[in-house]
C-alpha cells in the first residue's frame, strides 16, 4: 500500500526550527517560525502558566474524558475576552474547544462542507501558508485573491471588494482579525466597516482567524475588527488560539466559535460540530486549555497573565520600532502589528541571508520581528543591504 505514495516535503516553517538550532554561529537572528522571544531568545513558559500549573498539579483529582466539546468553561470564559464583556453577542454564540486555532480552522471547514458542500472560502493572499492546505483537505474550494502590494507593503482594498463583490451568497470569506499573518499590515477601521456592509450585502459568512489577540496593540483594540464584523452579520465562525497570547504552542490550545441570530439553527451547528470533533479527535486534549481555565478563573492570575502579554506586545512593537528606525526604507515594519512583516524579497535572496548573513527567515520573506533584538537591528539592515535589497544603510 505505502509503494503508491509520493514523498511530500517537510513544512517549510517547521522546518527552521531545526536548520535554526543546528547552526552553530553564535551571531544568528531568528526571525522564523512565529513564537514569542523575550531579550534571551527564550519562549519561557509564561508565569501565570507556572502558576496555573502549580495549581491543577495541586488540585487536579481527575483526568476522565470530558467529552468531543471539551471543557466548556474553557470556551465560555473566553467569550467575554473575545467577544466583549456584558455583550447581547455573547447569547447568540455557542463554542467547541479544538486542539489549536489549527484544529479550530480544520473543524470549521468542515462544518463549511457539511452544511453548503458548494461554498467556497475566499482567501486574501499572502496568508500564513496552512490555510489553504486546510480547506483544501476538507473539500472546501478555495478562492484566493492577492490583497497585499508587498513592494508597496499596502493593502489593495479595491482588489478585496472586487473578491468580495464577485463572491456567491453563502460563500465564506476568511478574515484575519488582528496581527496579519505574514504581512503584519491589517484592514484600517474604515476598511473593516466597508467589508462589514459587503458582506452583509453579498451574503457571505466571515471566518475570522484570531490567532494573536493582545499582540498587536492590546487584547481589547486587537479584538474590535472582530466584533464590528460579528455585530454586522448573521452568521460567522471565530477559530481562536491560546497558543500565542497564553505560549501554550505545544499544548494546542483553541476554540472554534460559531454566531448566529437564529437560535435554533446555532443549537444544530452546535450539534455538528461536536459530531465533527468526535470523528477527528474525539475530544481536544485538556491541559493546555485547563491552564488557561486556571488563569481566568483567578483575578490575580488573570491580572499577571495580561501584564506578561503587555509586555510581550511591548517589546515586539519595541523591535519593530528598532528595525524601522535602522532604515529609511524599513519605516513601514514600525506601522504594521503582530508578529510579522513580509519584505518582498525573492528565496533566493532568503536562502543568501540565511547562509551568508545566519539570519533566518520564512522563504516568503516572512520575519517574526519577534525573534530579534533590537540590537540586531543594525545587522539585519547591513545583511539586507549586502544582498541588494536595501539601499547603503543610514550611517
Ligand atoms: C507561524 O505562522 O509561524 C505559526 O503559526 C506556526 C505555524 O504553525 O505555522
Redesign the pocket.
Known sequence: MFDKLKEQPA?S??ALIKAFHADPRQDKVDL????YRDEQGRTPVMRAVKLAEKHLLETQDSKRYLGPEGDLTFVNLLKPIIFGAGRDLLDQIVGIQTPG??GALRLGAELVAAANPNARVWLGTPS???HAPIFRSARVAVADYRFVDLEMQKIDFARVVEALSSATAGDVVLLHGCCH??TGIDFTAVQWKQIAALLVERKLVPFIDL?YQGLGDGLEQDAEPARLILDAVDEAMVAYSC??NFGL?RERVGALYLVSRNSRELQIADTNMASLARVNWSMPPDHGAAIVRAILESAELTEIWKTELQEMCARVNGNRAALAAAHPDLAFIALQRG??SNLAISKETVAALRLKHGIYM?VTG?M?LAGMQPADAGAIVKALHAEGSLNAPAA
Do not use: I, T
Open positions: 513544512d516553517l517547521l522564523g517560525v512565529g513564537v486555532g489549527s500564513w501558508p496552512n499573518n505574514p490567532a497558543d500565542k504552542y508578529l510579522f520564512a516572512r517574526n
